[in-house]
């Protein structure tokens, strides 16, 4: 029941900053853990942070540590990841998902999102 659609993606260079936007709906979906991921191309997928609806169980991989904020508008239905400080190496689809419980695995996150490309110029 829970569906997720991202947004927010684009061109941007480094240093600059990007927010991302996950709206969520279902009837369920306040029960889910929400994690924010990212995949390069040849890379394998990466978790990036990971919050609750409450604004509680927050976690960041150390590589967005100081750079990214995940966080929740409850009115709206929707989740955010405010990029700031963005690297090349942030290049990725960003993808956001929905876990029933508490992870920053993306093999325990069973909703995802379609995707939204961030690309980051040097």
């Known amino acids: 029941q829970v569906r997720l659609v991202e947004s927010g993606g684009g061109l941007v260079q480094a240093g600059g900053s990007l927010r991302l936007s996950c709206a969520a709906s279902?009837?369920?979906?306040?029960?889910?853990?929400m994690g924010w991921f990212r995949q390069a191309p040849g890379k394998e997928r990466e978790f990036v942070a990971r919050?609750?609806?409450?604004?509680?169980?927050?976690l960041y991989a150390d590589s967005v540590k100081g750079r990214f904020t995940i966080s929740t508008d409850n009115a709206k239905n929707t989740a955010y990841l405010q990029m700031n400080s963005l690297k090349p190496e942030d290049t990725a689809v960003y993808y956001c998902?929905?876990?029933?419980?508490?992870?920053?695995?993306?093999?325990?996150?069973?909703?995802w999102g379609q995707g939204t490309q961030v690309t980051v110029s040097s």
């Open positions: 279902g009837d369920t979906f306040r029960n889910y853990f």
């Open positions: 919050t609750s609806w409450s604004g509680g169980s927050t």
């Open positions: 998902a929905a876990a029933q419980t508490k992870a920053y695995y993306c093999s325990a996150y069973g909703t």
